[in-house]
């Protein structure tokens, strides 16, 4: 019988290019004891030749493969993001090493659904892509050489968590919230800045990076995303009282209700 924890972890590859390449990951996810297999925009047949022959045995991964115009869509319902890439850099901080990330994540619950994201063959994932991340993951590698074959890195994230959810952590803490909330909060605190001049147009993408990376290792609940948004919508109330600019949807009287945190009057 599979560990609970391996049911809720889901592997998303965005826009694989080869045939090939879906088959050897459903392959990979199937030795491993692993079962949700979710693509985006694949640009190549998941269910052809090619990925039928190097699937082997795991055809039945690419049949039930869930499959999404965009990758909020392969997102929806996770309550962690862990994004695969190689790109490094002070936006990116912290970026955690394959055999350390289990550590980071040890304190979730494990009813928690995670998602492992894996970016196209040539390119990876794209800053907005890796933005939807809470965490990020690199593996070891020679610095002449350092790029994966896309199955090679499904290989090996299936096989890091193959040996750590056969005894999976218990915790007792809350599960943090999912991505769809946590998409919306940061919608909304990027309003409410923009509102009173901590951000702007031309510094906004970087210091929201920086927001995203911060409160993403924070693993925030659904009571704190709800706590943050009260903030975010008091910010806009005095902006408005202040004169200042703020966006129709958040003035006094708008319709939109936003969510309030529990015990909030």
Partial sequence: MEPGNQRRARFVLVEPQFGGNVGSAARALKNLGFSRLVLVRPACDSLGEDARKLAVDAAD????????????????????VVGLTARTGKHRVPHWRLDRIEEVLAGLSPEV???????????????????????????PAADAYPSFNLAQSVLLVAYQLRLTVLEPAVSGLAPPAEHGAREAMYAHLERALLSIGFIHDETKD????????????????????????????????????????????????ATQQIPRPDGED
Wanted: glycine share 10%; proline share 1%.
């Fill in 113 to 139: 659904e995670t998602a492992y994201v894996f970016g196209r063959e040539d390119r990876g994932l794209t800053d907005d892509e890796l933005d939807r991340c809470t965490h990020l993951v690199h593996f």
């Fill in 206 to 253: 970087v210091l929201m990076r920086r927001l995203r990376r911060m409160l993403g290792r924070a693993h925030a609940t659904d009571h704190e995303v709800k706590l943050l948004r009260g903030v975010a919508r008091q910010t806009l109330w005095a902006a408005e009282r202040a004169g200042l600019d703020v966006p129709a949807e958040d003035r006094a009287g």
């Fill in 61 to 80: 991964l690419l049949e039930n493969a869930q499959i999404h115009d965009d990758l909020d869509g392969a997102l929806d319902g996770a309550g962690a």
